[in-house]
């Protein structure tokens, strides 16, 4: 899982709550991801940071936010979660000579 | 038109046989193209990179590029029981800033 953890991995809340979720890495990676997963769709992308504080949005980024402060850690919050953000959310790193990513154990989120 | 498309299958092959596994993609510019593996309930595993026209092996795995179809394959020879899976293929969009599109997937299934 080339070093990547995500906490919580699971998730139940209710409509309308804050939610975040953490990826945290330990090979110093500069290039950390955002996708959700979902049925008919595959993997999207939310939001992605190229170096510490420094973030750019995916493809499906409204309603989703992120921080980065330290290079090891990438924040994704729901700042007001809806049902359609029920989805199993991965977080991956950049690596290697042909830029492959790398995919964390990924957390299932569910709103209610 | 997807930016990367496969067919969702199922795809069922008996044990032993060759399983092909086909992607097409829509940005010509695409320098980079991956297979992930993902088993039920699991993360996205990546099993290939090629970047070259023409076949990579690995093992019992093939990967086959043609730029010019903007085509990509996966064949797995001497099918396994534990290859049943959903294999990803994802495409390195350079003109998205190297951001990475994937299928939505095609799902195997090898009969024992």
């Known amino acids: 899982d080339a070093g990547i953890t995500q906490s919580p991995r699971h998730k139940v809340t209710e409509t309308g709550t804050p939610v975040t979720l953490r990826c945290h890495q330990t090979e110093n990676h500069r290039y950390m991801y955002w996708y959700r997963q979902d049925p008919g769709h595959g993997l999207r992308l939310i939001h992605y940071?190229?170096?510490?504080?420094?973030?750019d949005k995916g493809e499906v980024s409204d309603g989703y936010s992120v921080s980065r402060s330290k290079t090891e850690d990438f924040l994704l919050t729901l700042e007001s979660a809806t049902s359609s953000q029920t989805s199993v959310y991965f977080c991956?790193?950049?690596?290697?000579?042909?830029?492959?990513?790398?995919f964390g154990p990924g957390t299932r989120l569910t709103v209610t | 038109q997807k930016e990367v498309e496969q067919n969702s299958g199922p795809l069922s092959v008996p044990e032993g046989a060759i399983a092909s596994l086909n992607c097409t993609y829509s940005d010509r510019g695409s320098q980079s193209f991956f297979w992930y593996r993902q088993y039920s309930g699991k993360s996205p595993e990546l099993i290939m990179s090629i970047y070259s026209n023409g076949d990579k092996e690995d093992g019992r795995f093939t990967a086959q590029l043609n730029k010019a179809s903007q085509y990509v394959s996966l064949l797995i020879r001497d099918s396994q029981p534990s290859d049943s899976a959903t294999y990803l293929c994802a495409v390195n969009m350079v003109y998205t800033g190297n951001q990475f599109y994937f299928g939505t997937g095609t799902s195997l299934t090898v009969i024992p």
């Open positions: 991956a790193i950049r690596a290697g000579r042909v830029y492959e990513q790398y």
């Open positions: 940071s190229y170096g510490v504080k420094d973030t």
